[in-house]
Structure formats: C-alpha cells, structure tokens
C-alpha cells in the first residue's frame, strides 16, 4: 500500500512558474513508476508526465518543453517543475504510483488545486 500527498499548488500569473510535489509512504517507492496527471474543470483527468524507476521521463505534448517531472528516491518524493504557465493549465493536479509488473495507476494522492490567471 502508497500513501501519496501532493503539496505546491496555487494561483499563479500566466507566464509563471509553480513545483508540485507529491510525498509517497512506503518503502519500495523507487520501485514505482510514478506519473502525475490533471482534471480541468467539465474534462476528464489526462497525463501529463511519468517517470519510471529508470528515470526515464514521458510528457503529454501540450507540457512538452515548459513542464518538466524528477524524482529523488531518497526522500520518496516525486515532482512537476511547471514553467511558463497558461491559463489552460489550470486543473486538479493528482500524481499517481504504478506498481512493478502492473499496467495501471494503482495509487492516486488527493490532487491539488493549480489556477493560472490571465
């Protein structure tokens, strides 16, 4: 079992930037590909960045360039570096574990709230 706490949302200009982290229980978080995701306001949640335990990163195209998503297994904790914000970014921001040999987000945090204002 992952217990995962998200922290750094916020309101932020466009143009700005914000770190997202997202702290996990347990001892086999390096173990884990993480992955964080958001849901706007009427849309469904999307992907926005992964990380695997190899620490090989993934991006939705719309964040490629401006977001950008790290890990430091030491502390059990995963992040989103979200430069150049647009007011579309604005989402509940969830990050996400996905256990070794499962093809699934098993684990979910509780989101947190990033608005970026025009």
């Known amino acids: 079992q992952v217990q995962l706490v998200e922290s750094g949302g916020g309101l932020v200009q466009a143009g700005g930037s914000l770190r997202l982290s997202c702290a996990a229980s347990?001892?086999?978080?390096?173990?884990?590909?993480m992955g964080w995701f958001r849901q706007a306001p009427g849309k469904e949640r999307e992907f926005v960045a992964g990380?695997?335990?190899?620490?090989?990163?993934n991006y939705a195209d719309s964040v490629k360039g401006r977001f950008t998503v790290s890990r430091d297994n030491a502390k059990n904790t995963v992040y989103l570096q979200m430069n150049s914000l647009k007011p579309e970014d604005t989402a509940v921001y969830y990050c996400?574990?996905?256990?070794?040999?499962?093809?699934?987000?098993?684990?979910w945090g509780q989101g947190t709230q990033v608005i970026v204002s025009s």
């Open positions: 996400a574990a996905q256990p070794p040999g499962v093809n699934s987000y098993d684990y």
């Open positions: 347990g001892r086999a978080f390096s173990t884990y590909a």
């Open positions: 990380i695997r335990r190899s620490f090989i990163t």
